[in-house]
């Protein structure tokens, strides 16, 4: 069809079903419904602005939404980014109208309205910022980045982070590529991932920026147990220190990367100190051979001691806040044996014997909870030269 032909016919070149004339609101529109949602439609002029919910579709929402944008969708040229008014429905979690403009919505992409369809989504505060590149935010709203179905109007909001690394180094949680290792161009993420995953197991000398939606920037490092660093207010010159339990960095900001205001507060409610380790597994049943060590908390480190396939070779490294070390791993064909042992660098040995699991986790316990290699509690310990095998 020629891209001459009236927008009705246009609206309508290779939808599955027919979209009839309606009222929404005070909007006359085009609505159509059919297995993968309902779809609204407004002429303006000679654009075309579509809503699409394929879940919790509301006439209220659609309302919204249209009149939200009504007074910049007819702007002459809308460029690249992403314009937020904000929305207000009784039950509706969602908070804001997020306007895309010509060439820059995937719905009409590749399509005969390619360079003058418009769409609006619903989105909420935490998720996108007023102005920015469509681009740099599409794997949020449109791509799988923050687990969004903008099409799903049920959804709960799902709050992003910025992430960037400020060190110079690579690996952990936050890779740079070859390419981008000094670029700080950031990385969106979703921030109950970011907060319960990522920043609590930061790799020694990592420092990283989290920014949210409004330009709150909190940039962290992990020392033990804690993570420190600052939380800059947007506005504010002085930054706000911060020194919270590893685990404990949701519970503290998820409430501000997720909309509200900051609470100072928060940062004085600290849980008790953690019962951690350092930990480094190989096991090749589950295909995991780390590099370096991460940080566990004891329950993991038990979890890793139960789970550890009885295979020659497999084994855990547990150190200490005080660097100290509890090894071990399994030895021997046919029923192999737990061998448990601390290395003594200063005498180019090892201390240690063959264990049982609850002597294994026993050891593991004391580590964790006092800071102490108790390996003589055992008893019975072989003294192993470096570079000679056990037997």
């Not at 609505?31 to 509301?58: C, M, P, S, T, W």
């Not at 969602?94 to 005969?112: I, K, N, S, V, Y």
């Not at 060190?167 to 890779?175: A, S, T």
């Amino acid at each position: 069809m020629s891209d001459d032909a009236p927008l009705v016919d246009l609206i309508q070149e290779g939808r599955p079903s027919p979209a009839v004339p309606a009222r929404v609101g005070r909007h006359d529109v085009l609505v159509e419904q059919g297995f993968i949602g309902v779809f609204v439609y407004q002429i303006r002029g000679d654009r075309v602005l579509v809503v699409h919910a394929n879940k919790g579709h509301r006439d209220d929402v659609v309302a919204a939404l249209l009149d939200a944008v009504d007074d910049i969708a007819d702007a002459g040229d809308l460029g690249s980014i992403v314009r937020l008014r904000p929305i207000e429905v009784p039950g509706f979690a969602l908070d804001r109208a997020a306007l895309l403009g010509p060439g820059h919505t995937d719905f009409f992409r590749d399509g005969p309205l390619a360079d003058r369809g418009m769409q609006v989504i619903p989105v909420h505060r935490s998720e996108v910022v007023d102005g920015e590149e469509y681009e740099a935010c599409r794997p949020g709203i449109v791509g799988k980045n923050l687990s969004i179905r903008h099409y799903d109007w049920t959804r709960e909001p799902s709050p992003r982070v910025d992430v960037r690394r400020l060190d110079d180094g690579k690996g952990g949680p936050f890779r740079r590529t070859r390419d981008s290792r000094r670029s700080s161009k950031p990385g969106l993420m979703r921030a109950q991932l970011v907060f319960a995953h990522h920043l609590p197991v930061l790799p020694d000398g990592v420092r990283v920026s989290a920014m949210d939606t409004r330009g709150h920037d909190l940039r962290l490092h992990r020392e033990w147990d804690r993570l420190r660093g600052t939380l800059q207010i947007p506005g504010r010159a002085e930054p706000v220190d911060v020194d919270v339990p590893r685990l404990a960095v949701g519970e503290v900001f998820g409430p501000l990367f997720g909309g509200a205001d900051f609470d100072p507060a928060a940062l004085e409610a600290a849980p008790p100190p953690e019962h951690m380790l350092m930990m480094r597994v190989n096991d090749r049943e589950r295909r995991r051979s780390d590099a370096d060590d991460h940080p566990a908390s004891l329950d993991e480190c038990l979890r890793w001691l139960d789970a550890l396939a009885p295979t020659d070779g497999n084994h855990l490294v547990f150190s200490g806040r005080s660097d100290g070390v509890v090894q071990m791993r399994w030895e021997g064909p046919g029923e192999p044996k737990l061998w448990l042992e601390t290395p003594e660098p200063a005498h180019l040995r090892s201390r240690g014997r063959h264990v049982t699991r609850d002597e294994a986790e026993t050891m593991i316990r004391i580590l964790a909870r006092e800071d102490r290699v108790a390996v003589d509690d055992l008893g019975g310990l072989e003294t192993v030269p470096w570079g000679e095998p056990t037997a």
